[in-house]
């Protein structure tokens, strides 16, 4: 009889370092208070192997697990393309910003039952506030929100 082990999936998440000249961050998520003059805040971190920097709560997306074209791992507040065939064999593509998964009732998880999706990232929603304002105007699903 085989003996099971257990390994738990790696879930990644990035995020904007606050201290680290604004740049993404990428690795293990963590969530502390920190109480200074009987003043509690809550703080996030994101880093790997002991080693976690600051990052602004706003910015934080966890990994899809699912690849762009270009071999790039699509994270939550990405804006990108879908390109697929739908049932009637018809090549469609459409721009969106992908949310996470509660939040997305359609979007994003339908392109799934599209033959051969594929998927590529254009920016995300925090460097590229014009093209996420441009997305959700032309979006004619209201369940794509700003962020």
Do not use: C
Not at 90 to 108: A, W
Not at 110 to 120: A, H, L, N, V
Request: charged share 35%.
């Amino acid at each position: 009889m085989e003996k099971y082990q257990y390994k738990p999936k790696k879930v990644k998440f990035r995020g904007k370092a606050v201290e680290n000249g604004n740049k993404w961050t990428y690795g293990f998520l963590i969530s502390y208070v920190n109480t200074r003059n009987g003043i509690s805040e809550r703080h996030f971190a994101i880093g790997d192997d002991w080693k976690f920097e600051k990052v602004d709560k706003k910015t934080i997306g966890q990994a899809t697990g699912i690849k762009d074209v270009n071999g790039k791992m699509i994270f939550e507040g990405d804006i990108i393309i879908g390109r697929g065939r739908n049932d009637w064999n018809e090549n469609v593509e459409k721009k969106f910003i992908v949310k996470p998964f509660d939040q997305m009732r359609t979007s994003f998880r339908d392109w799934f039952y599209f033959e051969e999706p594929e998927f590529e990232i254009i920016g995300n929603v925090f460097e590229n506030p014009k093209l996420a304002e441009e997305v959700f105007i032309l979006s004619k699903n209201p369940l794509i929100t700003k962020q």
